[in-house]
């Protein structure tokens, strides 16, 4: 084959070289050139997926430490389950506002738990509370109900003077304390 080309005249040689270089372009153009893009798209989606598995190795590596981590708020988690009750426990706090109150030396003249109100996975209890005694006393039972294992706020206070010559009995206080229970969404 190389013979006959080179049998034939100059200007027939390089029409055939021209239309041999033509197919080879049009060859490379709509072939090899597209593979080649093709190819350079691969690479880069292997080169980011091969972070994505260096990043999965990581986090596996340090599957260990997140199940430490679980387990430790897990227990945490149960931990404050005492201080969030699955209960209302009317009777227990009742008993236990009371104490508190008694320890203090002051009267309980109302308790009226309030409905409660939805609040995410828990819900907020309020209580309104009457009380009688003096500022010292009433600062003592505050002081135990912040100290209380329970979580308990205390808040729309109102103190006026009851006159008298009492000094164990010369302030009335209102108070909102406002516990919390765990709702059934979040049990």
Do not use: H
């Not at 260096?54 to 596996?60: F, G, K, M």
């Not at 005694?133 to 205390?154: E, H, K, M, P």
């Amino acid at each position: 084959m190389i013979q006959k080309i080179a049998d034939l005249p100059q200007q027939q040689q390089i029409m055939v070289l021209v239309v041999l270089l033509a197919g080879l372009g049009a060859f490379w153009w709509y072939y090899v050139n597209p593979i080649g893009a093709e190819i350079e798209t691969l690479e880069s989606q292997i080169l980011e997926l091969a972070v994505e598995v260096e990043r999965a190795e990581e986090i596996e590596r340090r599957l260990p430490e997140f199940k430490e981590e679980l387990d430790a708020l897990l227990a945490r988690m149960d931990e404050l389950r005492g201080v969030l009750p699955d209960e209302k426990e009317t009777a227990e706090i009742v008993r236990r506002v009371e104490q508190l109150a008694v320890e203090s030396n002051l009267d309980i003249q109302s308790f009226t738990p309030q409905g409660t109100e939805p609040s995410g996975f828990y819900e907020r209890w309020p209580i309104n509370i009457a009380l009688e005694g003096n500022y010292n006393n009433l600062g003592l039972f505050f002081q135990r109900v912040a100290q209380f294992t329970r979580i308990i706020n205390v808040d729309n206070i109102s103190i006026r003077g009851l006159g008298g010559t009492d000094q164990q009995r010369s302030i009335a206080a209102t108070c909102t304390a406002t516990t919390f229970v765990l709702s059934d969404e979040g049990s």
